[in-house]
């Protein structure tokens, strides 16, 4: 996309596609990067929120590249799970936490073997 | 229509009411379905069947349905009824109605009641089926069940160790002569098209002397199984683990003799292979000499009877490879009647002494058991070929055949009579004169037993008279005329058997020491014999032993626990050592979980991009 282009785009007060997807991108990678890196439970769950809403960005930014309305609603989808999951992992830290008096990830792996 | 299927079908409903219902039924209705049947099928073969003049010269004939059709070739279920065929069922029936009656009487005490008649009226179906057969299919489907039902008789006392393998031993020293017959089969059916009696006997004239040779001699090898020839005789004497009754009936008076129908019924294929008729004469004439020797010394009651058996059959695989089939049927038919009187007698004798089989243990019974002594009598006479009884006359047709055959084979012959009289009345003596050395108190059997011994004892003596069958079956079997030395072979025969039956009243009733001094004085001979040649050691070193041998060192160490169970076992190790690798990946740290999956979508993006992508 040359400068040109871009200066265009924005005189007419709207932000480019591509700028969009970027910022996706780099708050994916930050959602990753904390998941595998932090060892405390609820950051590691704030990461996973984090990736799914990378990813509504990036829906919501095809949709209005293509002018289509499925993105909005795949967006709709991934806020009504994420928001079930919130409500399920939250009690299920919760009860994690009462058991084992820790929220080290590394220290859950009763699945070992 | 005369209704041939009649025949083995009453038998058979006899099989099937008494195999399935037997365990509920009481007794009395075990004996009267199993008597009754077999009685009925006699009464239908000699009332409704025999006396019909249509079975002189085209036979009865009867087809029921089309068993196998594969182009040309046709295997019927047929039947057929001509005079030999007649004989054979008169024997069968009317000998086995007897054997069933007295088994009635005999199997009393005995557990598995049921299932004895069920086998027994089994076995009818089948020989009946083996002699009505009109083509060789048919023939060996019958010769194939009585096989089985020889199998499961032998082996009736199941838990005794002794019975089972005797069992086994006959089945499966009978499949190497089913081999035999099936190889023939496949010959005729190449040579003639067709397995049918009628058109393979008519063509066989103009077939080439080779293949007719290869397929009598085929023939042979299976008659010699079923018919306790050498060198595959050796089931039969193990044979009489079985009860008496089934000795009787089975291995002495109507199964064993099969191979001796078969080959008369084929006498067109035997008689245009002159070869293979020198080999069944010479096997015969070898057979009844080997097993005289054996009888002479062995001390079970239906040991002696056993071997007896063997020689006998060997006689009539001398007339019927001399040429003289009509008198290898005729001592079949006399045979029948003095070798099941022997069994049943016998029988009678065991039951006297419960239990015991040993000669030994036996003696004076003829104070104890009088009638059985008398019937016993008769039929030994018979056996030694005593003047004017059954043996003598058919013994004297084979013999006369043999002499014009080849005078050498005559005198064996005789010689083998004499030891036929001298072993059949030692034991004899040693059964009903002395005194008596076993334990208990022996007793005479029921009527239910006597009165078969005595129709049959009628028969030993008068058979002779009765049927001439030379004479009955004159247009099969043209008759020998008469040759001048006639009557000087028959003094021989006669002296050889009176001469047998002196020496063992010599040699066991007068001066009893004789066969001790006798037997030391010849050693290691007399062991041998004794030994019944170690044939069946032989066999084992030879056969049994290397096939156990080899089945166990390639067959079960190298092929199955080798290769099978190593490809199975391998496999099985194969994937635990996978899995052991694998599980390391199930660590249980959910971050390293996490890392597989950012690391496997990379790994898919790459190469979703080398390859192009989704477009």
Redesign the interface.
């Known amino acids: 996309m040359d400068p040109a282009q871009v200066a265009e785009t924005l005189k007419h007060g709207a932000v480019p596609t591509a700028w969009y997807l970027a910022l996706s991108a780099v708050l994916f990678v930050i959602g ?1 990067a904390g ?3 932090r ?1 405390n439970i609820i950051t ?1 769950f704030m990461c996973i929120e984090l990736m799914l809403n990378a990813v509504n960005l990036s829906f919501i930014a095809f949709a209005h590249e293509h002018k289509q309305v499925a993105g909005h609603l795949f967006t709709f989808f991934v806020m009504v799970v994420a928001a079930a999951e919130a409500a399920v992992g939250l009690a299920i830290i919760l009860t994690v936490f009462r058991n084992r008096s820790t929220l080290n ?2 220290e ?6 | 229509m005369f209704k041939l299927w009649l025949i083995p079908l009453l038998p058979f409903l006899g099989f099937l009411i008494n195999g399935i219902l037997g365990k509920k039924l009481p007794k009395l209705a075990i004996n009267a379905v199993a008597v009754g049947s077999v009685l009925a099928s006699f009464l239908w073969v000699a009332l409704v069947v025999g006396p019909s003049s249509d079975w002189g010269a085209n036979k009865l004939h009867a087809h029921y349905f089309t068993w196998i059709a594969s182009g040309n070739f046709h295997v019927g279920w047929d039947f057929a009824v001509d005079k030999l065929t007649m004989i054979m069922l008169m024997i069968v029936t009317g000998i086995g109605t007897l054997i069933h009656i007295y088994a009635t009487g005999y199997m009393d005490h005995e557990g598995g009641y049921y299932r004895f008649f069920a086998y027994l009226n089994l076995f009818m179906f089948f020989m009946l089926n083996l002699v009505l057969a009109a083509n060789y299919l048919i023939l060996f489907v019958g010769w194939e069940g009585v096989g089985l039902c020889s199998y499961l008789l032998i082996g009736f006392y199941f838990h005794k160790k002794s019975a089972t393998t005797a069992g086994n031993k006959a089945f499966i020293v009978n499949r190497v002569g089913d081999f035999g017959f099936a190889m023939a089969m496949f010959l005729i059916v190449i040579q003639f098209g067709s397995l049918d009696f009628t058109p393979v006997f008519t063509k066989a004239p103009g077939a080439p002397v080779e293949t007719l040779t290869a397929i009598a001699l085929l023939m042979l090898v299976g008659a010699a199984g079923k018919s306790a020839q050498i060198p595959l005789y050796v089931w039969l004497p193990d044979a009489m683990e079985g009860p008496t009754p089934v000795s009787a009936l089975i291995h002495a008076a109507t199964m064993v003799t099969a191979g001796v129908y078969m080959c008369s019924r084929s006498a067109v294929i035997f008689l245009h292979a002159p070869a293979a008729m020198d080999v069944v004469a010479l096997i015969g004439l070898a057979t009844a000499v080997f097993a005289a020797t054996i009888g002479i010394t062995q001390y079970d009651i239906k040991k002696v009877f056993a071997y007896s058996t063997v020689s006998q059959l060997g006689y009539m695989f001398l007339g019927v490879g001399v040429g003289a089939f009509s008198a290898g049927i005729w001592h079949l038919m006399t045979h029948a009647f003095f070798k099941a009187l022997l069994f049943l007698g016998a029988g009678s004798v065991i039951h006297a002494c419960h239990g015991e089989q040993d000669m030994r243990h036996m003696g004076g019974l003829k104070k104890y058991a009088p009638w059985t002594c008398i019937v016993l009598a008769c039929a030994s006479l018979a056996i030694a070929g005593f003047p004017g009884t059954s043996g003598f006359f058919s013994k004297d047709a084979i013999l006369t055949a043999a002499y014009e055959h080849a005078p050498w084979m005559f005198w064996v012959g005789v010689v083998t009579a004499g030891m036929t009289a001298f072993y059949v009345w030692r034991a004899f003596w040693m059964t009903f004169w002395g005194e008596y050395r076993g334990h208990g108190k022996p007793h005479e059997s029921p009527m239910v037993m006597l009165a078969p011994l005595m129709v049959l004892a009628v028969l030993s003596l008068g058979g002779g008279f009765l049927f001439n069958v030379p004479e009955i079956l004159k247009d099969m079997f043209p008759l020998k005329e008469e040759i001048p030395e006639e009557h000087m072979l028959m003094a021989i025969s006669v002296a050889a058997g009176l001469i047998g039956i002196a020496m063992s009243w010599y040699m066991y009733v007068v001066n009893q020491e004789l066969p001790g001094k006798i037997a030391n004085a010849l050693g290691g001979l007399y062991r041998l014999v004794d030994d019944k040649y170690r044939i069946d050691e032989a066999y084992d070193a030879a056969i049994v032993e290397p096939l156990i041998e080899g089945s166990s060192a390639v067959l079960w160490k190298t092929v199955d626990a080798g290769i099978i169970d190593g490809a199975v076992n391998g496999v099985g190790s194969q994937a635990r050592g996978i899995g052991n690798v694998l599980k390391l990946i199930q660590s249980g740290n959910i971050r390293s979980y996490a890392t597989w999956i950012v690391a496997g979508s990379v790994v898919i993006i790459i190469v979703m991009g080398i390859a192009g992508g989704v477009r």
Do not use: Q
């Open positions: 990753v998941f595998i890196l060892r590691v990830i590394d859950i792996e009763s699945l070992k073997n």
